[in-house]
């Protein structure tokens, strides 16, 4: 009994106190606990009360406040924020700002504004981030496209402290300059200390070009034909744009022209307000499932987590750094992690001015796992979306993309940076690479292997300076194995100074560079001594054929063969691979490949066939693929609480190449449309699809083709679409042109059938007998749904009694869409022709030799050439192939006589079943109305029109 009552009370504490709360701020109940029944209203809430084991569930909406956890959770009871089932939650750093007035032209103004963060203010519309007013204007809204000028050149128009531009407006005496230095490496920003209106020249800040990065990046350097290129910020004279902003911290007044320039009022403008999302100093915290904005998350602490989280515009200040010596990483990250064992997994991190992930030198043993993180360092300096110093952190399977320099760098010592794809980089700058980094020339133990890397291309006004992986000054210990460089501009692997000891098996580097080496080396004298890259190892690598080195410096050049190792590397002239374009670089079974590599002791184990094979992939082996397994939503839903019309999206997919969008919370049997953005600085959205249909549960759905490699949806209440109206398909330029009918448009006819007087009224004829032509549209349709056609035509010649019955024209619906044969008139088609009695003034409409249920003959006048006549038909699908049916009527608009509506009911089984399967295909054909002495010859097809569609 004893030793029951001890295990018991072991348990208890786990077993009573592990507790779980509810936040909802839309609750109404005015007694909270953080039961479901009575929740708080505030995050803030339940982290005052929770301790070790207890799990928070935030129910939807929006929630303005930092989340900072008051207590530890432990290693087997983590504390965790969780949203609450599928509902959206997003905890956002800002706040919205209403009451605007009109100030002027397109400006507004709010008052009472408090902006806090001084130069990480930001400005959202409509969750967008905006731009704070500049000159010259941005003119695209592509942060990574600076729209910037070039300052003088010319001796006395330049310093470290000054610049000179002949249009700068003269109110710039104070504000913020954005400079980068020819040399394009790295983005400045200084405070303007004055303009002098004689001169042009605009003072700021003086750099202290004795101290990297200002050495480098000073106006006082020429490169590429320029000293560099600027723009100025932070006035309020300069607000003359749309997406444009400035914030008067005396008077707390806001100052904005919004997008389009809308009234603010009609969207929602949030101002940032508070630095973190989530601030966490205490361990074993656990986040999953939430959407943070405007503000970023700082990790100073260990044993945290953040999974499948949303994270936007976390780091978004346009004024990263002014006046301090540290510009070249200024700006701070999304994700700031200074603590141990943390982990990041299965999250989206999108747009930021600076980086996206920082993990500091002092934190150890970070994994960052299957995230997508996307577009930062906007501002081009030497941040990029995922920045790691960290000991022995993991960096594995991620797709990293988007930067204005660099795109990734991990320098701690026993990192593992695998199976990522890496990509879109040097949008803005130079001298940088998708992988980069620099050391001491003392080994780092990181391991680089299984990556793609690809696309990076400098601006023109930058020089040609982009590399694939790019092992800067001194780094050295670094293992490079089994990835894949290619469409880059500035070789595939570069080294500088004293880089040493590091080895590089088993790659493939394809279009890197025109005219470029593979291998580029900068070995400079520093202090007087030559510097070396030396003690290198390089074997089973593959190349398009190109130099394999260009090493040197100024007029100094080097064989670095000659103390690195390099052997058993290879190219070729042709690409060997199964598909450059799918990014399939397995090979072929290539002589120069297969088999031809050697073995290396923890490289090659595992390979196929009789040795190695030389590249980053095995003939025969597995084709790995890097980058996240998942394709991640978007936050088209963020203001779907605040903005009257938008409907959040519950859930999204990618289904081949199409977006599935769902929701469940829209007007029950309304109407929604479908807009998109690939900018999101755009003022506008655009309409993707409208009239699409919500069900009585207030539930719909809609599949979208994906245009492009980024694309933002939204939906938005809608109006029932109109009902269709009636197609006219007319001969006619510029969709058509004279000559063969067959091949234009939607059409297959036989040979005698053209396209006559395009450029007038236009027509379709034909002279030739039993000649058909095909509307290639496949019409399908569900029992109950019609289809219609109207055919407008008349014959040529000269109108005789014939001496027997005359068969002139058919038209109607078939099972296939060739033309390479006409239709009889008693085949399987659901069709109706025209037939002239002989010997008298009578026609009337047949199908397949019987008269028409309910058509009359036209009696008692002539058939004549030159007639406008116009048949109408229109079919139903039953459920059978036997209460299928078609209405047809002939009308001769010349004399106003006609046969009346009349109806065939059953069709042949092959057309029904095309009807509910691929198809069936409108034709019209013309059979011989100059038999038997009738006279009659070209039948000219004027119009045709859909009058209606299921």
């Not at 190695?612 to 088209?636: H, K, L, M, N």
């Not at 006619?732 to 091949?743: E, H, I, M, N, S």
């Amino acid at each position: 009994m004893r030793k029951l009552a001890i295990l018991f009370a072991i348990l208890m504490p786990t077993l009573i106190w592990a507790a779980t709360y509810h936040v909802d701020l839309s609750s109404e109940e005015t007694f909270e606990d953080g039961s479901e029944t009575y929740p708080f209203k505030t995050i803030a809430q339940a982290s005052a009360v929770m301790s070790a084991g207890d799990t928070c569930y935030i129910h939807r909406g929006i929630y303005r406040e930092t989340i900072v956890p008051a207590q530890h959770g432990s290693s087997g009871a983590p504390i965790r924020y969780v949203a609450y089932g599928n509902d959206p939650v997003v905890v956002s750093g800002t706040e919205v700002v209403a009451n605007w007035q009109l100030h002027s032209g397109n400006i507004y103004k709010a008052t009472g504004v408090s902006m806090p963060l001084g130069n990480k203010n930001m400005v959202y519309f409509n969750a967008d981030a905006q731009q704070l007013a500049r000159w010259p204007n941005d003119l695209d809204g592509d942060p990574y496209t600076y729209d910037a000028y070039f300052a003088e050149t010319a001796s006395g128009t330049y310093s470290d402290s000054y610049i000179t531009h002949y249009d700068i407006p003269d109110y710039w005496t104070s504000g913020v300059i954005f400079w980068l230095g020819a040399h394009s490496g790295c983005s400045i920003q200084r405070n303007i200390t004055g303009f002098d209106p004689g001169t042009h020249q605009l003072s700021f800040t003086p750099m202290p070009t004795s101290i990297w990065p200002f050495s480098n990046h000073s106006p006082l350097r020429y490169e590429n034909g320029h000293r560099g290129i600027f723009y100025l910020l932070n006035r309020l004279e300069a607000l003359d744009a749309p997406g444009e902003w400035f914030h008067d911290s005396a008077t707390q007044t806001l100052y904005f022209y919004a997008p389009g320039g809308v009234d603010p009022s009609t969207g929602t403008v949030e101002v940032a307000v508070r630095d973190k999302t989530i601030d966490l100093t205490k361990n074993y915290i656990q986040f999953e499932r939430l959407n943070l904005f405007g503000a970023y998350v700082r990790m100073q602490n260990h044993n945290c987590s953040l999974i499948d989280m949303r994270i936007r515009h976390g780091i978004a200040g346009l004024i990263p750094d002014v006046n301090s010596t540290g510009a070249a990483t200024a700006g701070g990250a999304a994700i700031d992690i200074v603590g141990d064992n943390n982990r990041i997994e299965r999250c989206l991190l999108e747009e930021g001015t600076s980086n996206g992930i920082y993990i500091s030198g002092n934190a150890d043993g970070t994994v960052i796992l299957n995230n997508v993180i996307r577009n930062f360092d906007q501002q081009g300096n030497h941040c990029c979306p995922i920045r790691s110093g960290g000991t022995d952190a993991l960096i594995i399977s991620n797709s990293i993309s988007g930067s204005a320099r660099d795109v990734s760098r991990a320098t701690g010592e026993g990192t593992v940076f695998s199976y990522n794809e890496v990509f879109d980089g040097l949008k803005s700058c130079a001298d940088g690479g998708l992988f980069y980094v620099t050391g001491n020339s003392i080994p780092r133990d990181v391991e680089l292997s299984y990556n793609w890397f690809h696309d990076a291309y400098s601006p023109s006004y930058a020089g040609v300076k982009a590399t694939g992986i790019y092992l800067d000054n001194d780094t050295s210990g670094y293992k490079v194995h089994h990835n894949v460089v290619w469409d880059v501009q500035w070789g595939g692997l570069h080294f500088n100074w004293d880089a040493l000891e590091n080895e590089i098996y088993n790659n493939t580097f394809w279009n890197v560079g025109t005219n470029e080496a593979l291998i580029l080396c900068w070995v400079p004298e520093n202090g007087g001594i030559r510097t070396d890259v030396r003690d290198n190892t390089l074997i089973n690598n593959l190349s398009d054929v190109r130099d394999w080195w260009d090493s040197g410096a100024g007029d100094y050049t080097e064989d670095e063969t000659l103390d690195n190792v390099f052997s058993n590397n290879v190219q070729v002239a042709t690409s060997p691979f199964v598909s450059i374009e799918d990014k399939n670089f397995m090979p072929l079974n290539h002589p120069s490949i297969v088999d031809q590599g050697v073995d290396v002791v923890g490289i090659t184990e595992g390979y196929v066939g009789a040795s190695p094979d030389v590249g980053a992939y095995e003939y025969g082996g597995t084709r790995w693929i890097p980058g996240a397994d998942w394709t991640p939503s978007y936050f088209s839903w963020l203001l779907g609480d605040e903005i009257p019309g938008w409907i959040r999206i519950d859930y999204a997919e990618v289904l081949g190449n199409s977006m599935v969008l769902g929701f469940t919370n829209g007007p029950a049997n309304g109407w929604f449309e479908l807009h998109s953005k690939t900018n999101l600085m755009d003022a506008a959205w655009t309409t993707l699809q409208t009239g699409l249909p919500i069900d009585s549960s207030g539930a719909g759905a809609i599949t979208n083709p994906i245009a492009a490699p980024q694309e933002f949806f939204r939906l938005f209440e809608g109006e029932a679409p109109a009902p269709a109206g009636p197609e006219v398909i007319r001969f006619t330029a510029p969709d058509y042109a004279d000559g063969a009918l067959d091949g234009q448009q939607n059409w297959k006819a036989e040979a005698g059938w053209s396209v006559g007087d395009s450029a007038g009224i236009g027509h379709a004829i034909t002279a030739q007998n039993s000649e058909i032509a095909v509307l290639d549209e496949a019409v399908a349709l569900s029992v109950g749904q019609s289809i219609g056609y109207t055919v407008n035509f008349e014959f040529g010649g000269a109108y005789s009694a014939p001496t027997n019955y005359v068969y002139t024209f058919l038209a109607g619906l078939k099972a296939d869409g060739s033309a390479a044969s006409h239709v009889g008139t008693a085949d399987s088609a659901a069709d109706a022709n025209v037939q002239i009695f002989p010997d008298n003034d009578t026609y009337r409409l047949l199908s397949n030799y019987s008269p028409v249920s309910g058509a009359g003959n036209i009696a008692g006048t002539q058939l004549n050439a030159g007639d406008l006549l116009r048949f109408d038909y229109t079919l139903t699908l039953g459920d059978h192939a036997s209460n299928t049916f078609y209405t047809v009527r002939l009308q001769n608009l010349t004399d106003g006589t006609d046969t009346g509506l009349g109806t065939v009911t059953g069709v042949d089984a092959t057309v029904h079943a095309a009807l509910t399967g691929p198809g069936a295909y409108f034709f019209f054909q013309r059979i011989n109305p100059g038999a038997r002495g009738a006279g009659l010859t070209d039948l000219q097809v004027n119009s045709v029109t859909i009058t209606h569609r299921p």
